[in-house]
């Protein structure tokens, strides 16, 4: 049975900050394990004697977990609520790091990264449905803000800090670190989270809610949009941007990893500043559609203006994560365009692009920059020139490109249901 807390009983809205904080952070936690194979592509290149391509893979798993599950999930929110799903998550993510630290090759370690995945997959699903369920709309964006903003914080967490941990441990027992971190995840979400769930989502059956979501324009145009402003963060910030710093700097792979946190410190700084600026002003597509245009403008800069200092690149790279955390809006914009009880669903179709992104585009890079190897090898690693980077990462600035249509096309809900 469902226990509730009823939102006018003492000590409520302390329950409900404290229960969405909890979320927020296990949301930076999935950014932790998303990002953190980026400091350690070496090590597991080496390990598992893998190039690009397989490692790409590998790391991708945690997304074929992730966007596969979204639209289940979002459905299960509805008609579950998120106290139990989210403490069998960390539970999941748990189990999966204890895997993955315990892999004698990449089979095993692909599997442990889909645990991972799947268990992580709850997390921004499950705070964004604690924030519409205990919370009045006109903060959802702004907490959905914030809740991105935790995970940024988790993704610079997961750059320079991991990097000196995995330094100082090995990459296997940090991922031990991360499996009891999941534990205790789990506990506090079974002790702060309560469910409430929509009095609509009754009325609605399952499969007809899903169809009514996906059927709705709208929809697939939010998900445009936040598969196009996430897939240079999850593949270039998640994976591939610390070796091409390594090879076009000369960095080392701390110093690397704290100049790409200047990308994901944007994102958090933007996300929060985005989500109390769209609820304040009722707007929604004025201030996506700037934010893409300044995603689409700097990454190329970055990836291709020949000489360009470390000091300039990391204002760009800043700039750029400001720019795409428009994406947050995409959520806003998903729940106001269908039906209040269907907003889990329309969560997890969405957020299956978003992370879907990384699904295809870290493995899809990794493809390029293996088809364009010279052959060099560095302690039984391979190391790719700056040319393979150079048109690897082509594919990333074009799928900022579309992010701009896509925001050409999402309809003004001026902060308010438009179903």
């Known amino acids: ?94 189990i999966g790091s204890i895997v993955f630290a315990l892999a004698d090759g990449a089979a095993m370690a692909s599997f442990g990264r889909l645990l991972i995945g799947a268990g992580a997959g709850f997390s921004w699903v499950g705070a964004l449905t604690v924030v519409t369920q205990w919370f009045p709309p006109q903060r959802f964006a702004l907490l959905g803000g914030l809740t991105q903003a935790a995970g940024m914080a988790g993704a610079v967490f997961g750059q320079a800090p991991v990097a000196a941990v995995v330094a100082v441990t090995g990459w296997r027992w940090t991922l031990a670190a991360f499996a009891a971190l999941g534990l205790i995840f789990a506990l506090g979400m079974w002790l702060l989270v309560r469910d409430r769930p929509h009095a609509a989502t009754a009325a609605t059956g399952l ?140 969560y997890g179709f969405v957020n299956t692009a978003v992370v879907g992104s990384g699904a295809l585009f870290q493995p899809l890079l990794g493809l390029l920059l293996d088809l364009n190897w010279d052959g060099a090898l560095v302690a039984g690693a391979r190391l790719y020139s700056a040319k393979a980077y150079e048109l690897a990462f082509a594919a990333l600035p074009v799928g900022c490109a579309l992010g701009v249509l896509a925001a050409l096309v999402i309809r003004e809900t001026y902060g308010r249901s438009q179903a």
């Open 207 to 346: 499969g007809a809610g899903l169809r009514r979501v996906a059927a709705n324009p709208q929809t697939w145009a939010s998900a445009i949009f936040g598969l196009a402003l996430t897939g240079p963060m999850l593949a270039f910030g998640g994976l591939w941007g610390v070796p091409w710093l390594t090879t076009i700097y000369g960095l080392e792979r701390a110093g690397a990893g704290a100049t790409l946190s200047l990308l994901f410190i944007g994102w958090a700084i933007g996300c929060p500043l985005i989500g109390w600026g769209s609820d304040r002003w009722r707007r929604r597509k004025p201030i996506m559609v700037a934010g893409a245009a300044i995603a689409a403008a700097t990454l190329p800069a970055i990836l291709y203006i020949p000489a360009l200092t470390l000091a300039l690149m990391s204002v760009l790279m800043f700039l750029h994560g400001c720019g795409a955390s428009c994406m947050v809006l995409t959520f806003a914009c998903a729940r106001e365009n269908n039906p209040p009880g269907l907003s889990g669903s329309a």
């Open 1 to 94: 049975m469902t226990e509730q807390l009823p939102a006018g009983a003492p000590g409520a809205r302390g329950r409900m900050l404290a229960a969405w904080s909890l979320t927020a952070l296990f949301f930076g936690y999935a950014f932790i394990q998303r990002v953190s194979p980026s400091i350690m592509v070496e090590e597991l290149m080496r390990d598992f004697a893998v190039g690009a391509a397989l490692l790409g893979n590998l790391s991708a798993f945690y997304f074929y977990a992730y966007a596969g599950l979204q639209i289940p999930i979002g459905v299960l929110m509805d008609r579950i609520g998120p106290r139990r799903l989210l403490t069998g998550a960390a539970v999941l993510c748990a």
